[in-house]
């Protein structure tokens, strides 16, 4: 949006695709703001926007719009409490002789959008918690949409290809136990609700990989393929080989036993005579590493697993699929870059507690390897195939 149409806006003060703020002083609301222009009720198909530093009536607030303001905005992106992650930019503008800072919220193409369990959409000019109808009108507004891959419905599947056990555990992770208990949905329509089905009572792909009964049998290559050589090349004997498969919360629970099973650890004795032990890889980076693997690879166009080739040197984690979208080869692993190739997959994993937020992983795992002593991580970008290598402790 350039600087004409965010002044028609900023000065409409009737607009339903508006909120001024004074300052950031209540985040919750700035929160729900999101998650409603994120929602689109009204279906204008154009971003909703939040200007910080002006009054209600549209005055100047004349607040200093500093570098730890735009951060904390930009923050509320990635924190993981607006699912699926909103497409938002910030940024600082002089308008009208007013200092503020901008916030420009794009309509999602998989509502409805939640903040903390709950769906928040624009009535007029004020927002509001959506009732279960307006929750459907939501549903049905990705069928006309370009959907990412993993809220598709999957042709021949049907409800009973899902747990249904398995996918009432998951609605008390992913909502509000009041939103439950007020709501009082179907089976259907809570599946619907979270994208794990279409409205005509098809599960989608997110339905299939985390709650599927058997999740290969429409997506083959739902699995990590796990071998520990015996020697530093492919060539080398074979430790172990394992595949693991099965729901997401079940896969991702035993690749992390897998994980720690495979772990050694050495100690070394400081001059005060204090053993301190270190693994030869330290599990937070590889937990990092393959949960990101796992979330961001391509289910389309491919039946290849997740890799995790264990060597004596080093460990390869290949994920199937290259960059994606906003992320290249140039800017891949820099702070702030990235974007979700499976959203609903990626929320999914956010709300069974395997992420806790988005956008810092590899950052976490290089502060990892560098105080466990390791070596720097590397990347090798490929379009087809991103493959990370993590080097033994020495």
Known sequence: MDDMELLALLQDLESDRVERKASLSDPEKSYQAICAFANDLPNHQLPGVLFYGVNDNGTCANIPITDELLLKLAQMRDNGKILPIPSLTVQKKVLDGCEMAVVIVEPSDAPPVRYDGRVWVRVGPRRAMATPQEERRLSEK????????????????????????????????????????ENQRSYEERLASLRFASLDGIPTVSGILVCGVDPRAFIPGAYVQFVRFDGSTLDTPIINQIEISGPLPQCLRNLNALLVANLSTALSMTQASTDIRYPDYPLKALQQLTYNAVMHRSYDGTHAPVRVYWFSDRIEIISPGGPYGVVTAENFGQPGVTDYRNPSIAEAMKNLGFIQRFGVGIQVARRELENNGNPPLEFNIQPTHILATLRRRA
Request: hydrophobic content about 50%; cysteine-free; glycine content about 2%.
């Open 142 to 181: 990705r069928r006309a949409k370009d959907l990412p891959f993993d809220v598709i419905p999957i042709r021949g599947a049907t409800l009973a290809d899902l747990d249904r056990n398995l996918f009432l555990e998951y609605l008390t992770a992913a909502l509000d136990p009041d939103v439950i208990a």
